[in-house]
Structures are given as C-alpha cells and as structure tokens.
C-alpha cells in the first residue's frame, strides 16, 4: 500500500493547514458518503504518527496512515491529485 500525492496537491495541503515544513497530515477513514467503502469517507487532519501503516514524504511534508487504519486501503494505492477545475483534492485509490 502506497500513498502518492502529485505536488501541486501536496502545496494546498500546506497552504490549508498554514503548515510548516514539520507538519503530518493524516489520511483516515470516517463515517460518510463518497469514499471507497460505502457508509465512509475519507477523512484528512493534521496529527502526530503514532503507529504508521505507511507515509510518504513530500517537499518536506509527511502524510501518513495509521496502522489502525488499514482495513479501509486494503489492497489498493491511494493517489491524492489536484482538480484545478473545483481547486481542491482529488482521491483516487488503484
């Protein structure tokens, strides 16, 4: 399981967290509408790794999932883009 981010996604990560060169972002599922398992979603929030299932690092950024979230990236990759059209993060999991 990978997670991959294009640049231009990872710069509105850190223009909207106003993050620093130090700052996690975490990938997690939550309850929702729209995701990759019906009932959840994706969620998105600055945090501190505790137990990482697997990161990627990008322009001095890192972006985790927990280990205990890894049922929800069970056998795909999770690709994160940026739509210009609507300005904001595309997921997309292969």
Same mark, same amino acid.
């Given at each position: 399981?990978?997670?991959?981010?294009?640049?231009?996604?990872?710069?509105?990560?850190?223009?909207?967290?106003?993050?620093?060169?130090?700052?996690?972002?975490?990938?997690?599922?939550?309850?929702?509408?729209?995701?990759?398992?019906?009932?959840?979603?994706?969620?998105?929030? =600055?945090?501190?790794?505790?137990?990482?299932?697997?990161?990627?690092?990008?322009?001095?950024?890192?972006?985790?999932?927990?280990?205990?979230?890894?049922?929800?990236?069970?056998?795909?990759?999770?690709?994160?883009?940026?739509?210009?059209?609507? =300005?904001?993060? =595309?997921?997309?999991?292969?």
């Amino acid at each position: 399981m990978n997670i991959t981010l294009t640049p231009s996604a990872a710069n509105w990560y850190r223009e909207d967290f106003d993050a620093t060169e130090t700052t996690a972002i975490r990938f997690f599922p939550r309850y929702g509408f729209g995701g990759r398992i019906p009932g959840f979603s994706l969620g998105v929030k =600055q945090a501190t790794p505790v137990d990482v299932f697997t990161s990627t690092e990008v322009d001095g950024m890192l972006f985790f999932i927990e280990e205990s979230d890894a049922w929800y990236f069970e056998g795909v990759e999770l690709h994160v883009s940026f739509d210009e059209h609507v =300005q904001a993060p =595309q997921f997309n999991y292969y």
